[in-house]
Structure formats: structure tokens, C-alpha cells
């Protein structure tokens, strides 16, 4: 009966059912090890481990065995848990959404680690990652995020926003920051405008704070937009980007 908890980026505790057995051993390490090359850690007296030292939103398999005074137990079976998510503490931090699943308009999944926050009823998976052929652009790469702009209240909602992981604000000012991203509209007809900001909850759009307006306009053309974050004069962790819902539609 193996769990996990205090769970951070780099440390969890490692628990189980105590039996009638003197000591135990756990083996633990990257997800999918080949059982017996892991690290070893014996002679433990408690029915729990903490373990240090772990990489962030990284899956381990764990596996616990009592020793008796003659014999061992047989190893449990494996238990698997992720540690969280890490801040933002090197730069340049980058996403280029290439190792991210793809979704839909209606798929839950997302890109690892960051927010999406979209109040569609029905739609509610804008933006979401696509391979399609369209995302060729100049930085590398056949993924990106694509967005809809819809006119539509309920079923699309009112706006659409992506939140980054937050910044270790000891470490660096997000007054001393910056955000790059490539962009272009899907028609020349389309009018995409973004909103670049910060947040200090990742999943309240109430707490988004504007810093920069990105007017991608009807250009088909990949284009490289930069908002530096000097005149922020708020409080938060989360760098975001927003759109919100248009009086004409667009896709980008």
C-alpha cells in the first residue's frame, strides 16, 4: 500500500502500511528503470522515506520491501507519482510545444505545466496545440498554439488566456523581464489581438493584469512580437497571454 506525499519540485515522502517486518528498503528512480538499478536506500526503521534531490514534473516508480530478521519480503508492486511542477529559475526559459500532445476545441489536455483558462461551455479547449502543416515558421518546428476568436458568448466564452509556469520572482524581477513569441492570423481578413500580462492566481482571469497589446492584424506572415515587461507595476508570478472575445471573429 505505497503512496507519495508533501509533493514540491524536487522532494516527496514516500509512505506505506506498516507490517511486522524490522526494517524496509525502497527503490525508487526515473519512471520506467529497470528494477535493481535504481537508488537504494536500506535499514529504514519508519514506514515512511522522504527523498530529496528529485527533478521537477518528472514521473518515479517506487518499490518497498520489508526485511525480517531471516528473510525479505517480496518487493512491492510499483507505485508511480510525479513531482510538481518547478519554477521558472534559468533563462531563457523556452516553449517550443513540440514534445506536447496535440488537442481540440473540447480536449482537456494541455501543455505540460502551464494554465489554460477559457470559460466556454461548450469550446472550452481554445487554444490548444496543433501539428498542422500551418506551423512552420521561422523558429523551427510543426507545433503551435491555435486560437479562435469567436464572436460567440456561452458555448465559446469570453476569453481565452495561457499561463506560463511562475517565476522565481527571487531570482528575477518580472519588471526585468521579457516575453517573445511568434504569431501570424490564419486570414487576411482576421484581426487577432493579443493581451500580454501577469497573473498572481494561474487559474483566475480576474487576476490577469494587461501589461502590453498585441495587434497581429490580418498578417498570413510568421512575425516575432516582444513585450517587455519594464512597466509592470503590480504583484504576481504568472506571465500570461490573453485573447478576448472579439466583435469579429478570427483564428490564429
Known sequence: NVTARDITGTDATIAWTASDAGNYEVEYGVSGFAHGTGTLVTTISDDSLAITGLTANTAYDVYVRGICDVDSSLWSFVYTFRTACGVIDALPYVEDFESQPTGTSTSASFVTCWNRLNNGTSYFGYPYVSNSSSYNHPAGGSRGLY?????????????????????????????????????????????????????????????????????????????????????FTGYGQYIGVKAERPTSSWYA
Open 147 to 231: 486560437w479562435y476568436g469567436s464572436t460567440t458568448t456561452g458555448t465559446y466564452g469570453d476569453y481565452q488566456c495561457v499561463v506560463l509556469p511562475p517565476v522565481d520572482t527571487d531570482a528575477y524581477a518580472i519588471t526585468a523581464l521579457q516575453l517573445s513569441f511568434w504569431a501570424k492570423s490564419s486570414s487576411a481578413s482576421y484581426n487577432p489581438v493579443f493581451y500580454v500580462g501577469v497573473l498572481t492566481d494561474p487559474t483566475n482571469i480576474n487576476t490577469f493584469q494587461a501589461v502590453d497589446t498585441i495587434n497581429v492584424g490580418g498578417n498570413t506572415n510568421w512575425a516575432e512580437f516582444t513585450t517587455y515587461l519594464s512597466n
